[in-house]
């Protein structure tokens, strides 16, 4: 089970304009010297599969904390947590995406100098979490072939608004009649300068390139 569930109450106006939370979490990143990213995608994508392929790759260098957002659940933060990896999760209740003052409120008693890497797993949706700012150093938006072929192309803000486009279940792209370069070519119409990895979480495919394309 997660350390602790945080319920948000998202009409409640806690910290302000999310703008200046966001600035606020950033700073208190920086001062700890958290490397914080923001992890976002539709439900089904396997955004919590990739979380848990990376820290296992990458607990035995950082010392990581994971934010868990989803509205009612525990299930991806118990996932991640039974790798040895210590777990926050926000539960929004109604919220289709997290917001910075949401981090922020689920920031206030963890110790963040016992950690050094943050993966924030943004609530599954692929329009909402686009536009809010959390703080991070690095937004990466999750796709997969299971999505069908169209995917990127019918969301193009949300992959302007990234840092970093991950194609997921490569294994399975030939069985569901996806072409993964199509995908990466749309990626690249919609922004020739944002790195994109293919990757299979299932299959620990192209992890390390991700984890070298992340920074880590």
């Known amino acids: ?19 200046e939370a966001a600035a606020m979490n950033a700073a208190t990143f920086k001062d700890h010297g958290i490397t914080a990213i923001d992890i976002m995608g539709s439900v089904g994508t396997g955004k919590t599969q990739i979380i848990e392929a990376l820290c296992d790759r990458l607990k035995g260098m950082y ?5 868990a957002g989803d509205l009612a659940t525990t299930i991806d933060a118990d996932r991640v947590s039974s790798h040895g990896v210590d777990t926050v999760q926000i539960n929004t209740r109604t919220a289709c995406h997290l917001d910075a003052r949401m981090v922020r409120v ?13 993966f924030i797993e943004n609530v599954g949706n692929l329009i909402c979490p686009a536009g809010y700012s959390l703080g991070v150093d690095k937004k990466v938006v999750v796709v997969s072939v299971t999505e069908g072929p169209y995917m990127v192309r019918k969301h193009p803000l949300t992959i302007k608004r990234s840092d970093m486009v991950v194609i997921n279940k490569i294994d399975l792209a030939e069985a569901i009649g996806v072409d993964v370069d199509s995908l990466v070519n749309d990626v690249r119409e919609v922004d020739a300068r944002i790195p994109v990895y293919s990757v299979s979480a299932k299959s620990d495919t192209g992890i390390d390139r991700l984890i070298e394309g992340l920074g880590l």
């Not at 350390?3 to 409640?12: F, G, M, S, W």
């Not at 689920?106 to 943050?118: I, K």
Request: charged share 30%.
């Open 1 to 19: 089970m997660p350390e602790r569930t945080v319920e948000i109450d998202i009409r409640k106006d806690l910290f302000g304009a999310n703008e």
């Open 63 to 67: 010392r990581i904390l994971m934010i």
């Open 106 to 118: 689920a920031l206030n008693d963890v110790d963040l100098s016992l950690y050094d890497l943050v």
